[in-house]
């Protein structure tokens, strides 16, 4: 069983939270930038999968992100992830882009889920105070979602919680 952890990043929050959820998740490979990895076919190399997305292009219809994820985005559609476990986080804004606030997270969900992979990591929108997010999917974002701007102080239980539900939902993680 291998489960990789990947993330893309502008100003480095992305990558940090990566670093924390490597520190807390016994059998994940060390975090991999986007930016330098060229063939996405070691994805199917995995039984898990977990990524890590900002937003920076507020309100676009398309490639919020702003990072390496946006141009494989449709790359990521083609691949075969049948089997495959994936988990999404996402760095954002909730109180400044508190109508966008992690918008990016739902596009690698709607790619990796094209591709045929099993989508775990959901977590109640109970817990979150924003105006609206296209990650949210019925009353849960389709994934986990982190604010180091304005809610620093609430990541510590927020990924202590995550790592607790992906450690059912992906077999290989201690
Ligand atoms: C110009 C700008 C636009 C942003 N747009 C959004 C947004 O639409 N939604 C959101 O949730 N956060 C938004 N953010 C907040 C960033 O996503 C947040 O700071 C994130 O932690 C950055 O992650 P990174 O350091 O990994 O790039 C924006 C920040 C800036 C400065």
Redesign the pocket.
Known sequence: MTVGIY???????????AERLHGLLGGAEAPRDMSDMDDLSEFANHDGIIC?I??????ADSE?S??AWDSILEDIGGLSLSGTKVAIF?????S?????????MEELHRYFKQAGATMVGYVSVKEYT?DE?KSVLGDSFCGL?????SESDMTDSRITQWVDQLKQEIPGLS
């Open positions: 993330f893309a990043t502008t100003t480095g929050k992305t990558e940090d939270i890590g900002p937003t920076w292009n507020t309100g919020r702003g990072t996402g760095l954002g804004d909730s400044t882009y508190t109508e966008n606030y992690c918008d990016a924003f997010s979602p982190l604010d180091e701007d």
